[in-house]
């Protein structure tokens, strides 16, 4: 299995016949794999671990045949040649990885998925205090010594205002909500 289009072919001749991992029942990579599964109309049996370095070292033995994780728990074995990278998740493709094609090029083209970090604060935190915040961060996201260390963790840093984060997350917890409830995926 080469190719994410090689992935479908195989899955759809052998339907529930392969298995795939995550960190746990309800996670973002099971919520991920259910969405593809979804979109690529295709059957694949979800076999939740405590833990994604689990979950990886099965996907390495051959007991799981695919799964989707984040860059820095994947990537130094993608590199290693343990495991095969299919693609990533994500809309454009990996500054850490070009070569790789994106899900969307590789024949499900609406697929955009992708893990994020965000500073929240206590509802009733003052909007002065709240604005001040905002601009701190923004500041520190744009330092070269802070854009390397993130991106050595395999993230980019985008800032934006606190209305169009809480838009952000609104929309993402609308988005995983449908997904969890056609796929019925639960927290365990």
Excluded at 86 to 91: E, F, I, P
Excluded at 92 to 108: D, N, Y
Excluded at 121 to 126: M, R, V
Aim: glycine residues 10%.
């Amino acid at each position: 299995m080469g190719s994410v289009e090689d992935l479908i072919r195989l899955a759809k001749a052998k339907p529930g016949a392969l298995n795939y991992g995550s960190g746990g029942s309800g996670t973002p990579p099971h919520l991920a794999t259910e969405l593809f599964k979804s979109m690529a109309g295709i059957n694949l049996v979800h076999v939740p671990y405590k833990t994604v370095a689990a979950a990886i070292t099965d996907l390495i033995a051959g007991r799981l045949q695919v799964m989707f994780t984040v860059g820095p728990a994947g990537l130094p074995q993608v590199r290693a040649g343990t495991i095969r990278a299919l693609a990533v998740s994500t809309a454009k493709r990996s500054a850490f990885i070009p070569e790789l094609p994106t899900v969307a090029q590789s024949g499900l083209p609406a697929f955009d998925v992708f893990g994020w970090n965000g500073l929240l604060a206590p509802a009733g935190t003052p909007p002065e205090i709240v604005i001040k915040l905002q601009r701190e961060v923004a500041d520190a996201l744009r330092l070269p010594e802070v854009v390397e260390r993130i991106a050595a963790f395999g993230f980019e840093p985008i800032g934006s205002t606190p209305e169009e984060f809480a838009e952000f997350i609104a929309a993402d917890i609308a988005r995983w909500a449908k997904v969890a409830k056609e796929s019925g995926a639960r927290i365990d």
